[in-house]
């Protein structure tokens, strides 16, 4: 079992910048790719950025690109990053980590709870 917490989310203005924070309880955690998604009521919880094991591979949904970047830190922290910046209103959702079974096919094996993003504009 790898509990996930996350956190770094909160309010900001149109083309503002926030990092969020993916933590995990255990160094197994380092072992999955990781991905971030997110989600605003209505609608279904989509892909937004996802990074290998080893930090070698990432891959992102086109409308962030360019614009988000995620990162991990293995070696000391069990935690995967999601530098957000140019914010847009659009970017407003519940985001959540997940540790996943495979890069490619983005299937989760654990969530985390998730963090509020709210863009004024």
């Known amino acids: 079992q790898v509990h996930l917490v996350e956190s770094g989310g909160g309010l900001v203005q149109a083309g503002g910048s926030l990092r969020l924070s993916c933590t995990a309880s255990?160094?197994?955690?380092?072992?999955?790719?990781v991905g971030w998604f997110r989600q605003v009521p209505g609608k279904e919880r989509e892909f937004v950025a996802a990074?290998?094991?080893?930090?070698?591979?990432?891959?992102y949904t086109e409308p962030v690109k360019g614009r988000f970047t995620i990162s991990r830190d293995s070696a000391a922290k069990n935690t995967v990053y999601l530098q957000m910046n140019g914010l847009k209103p659009e970017d407003t959702a519940v985001y959540y980590c997940?540790?996943?079974?495979?890069?490619?096919?983005?299937?989760?094996?654990?969530w985390g709870q998730g963090t509020q993003v709210t863009v004024s504009s």
């Open positions: 990074i290998s094991w080893n930090g070698a591979n990432s891959r």
């Open positions: 255990t160094r197994t955690f380092n072992t999955y790719p």
């Open positions: 997940a540790a996943m079974y495979d890069l490619a096919n983005l299937r989760p094996a654990y």
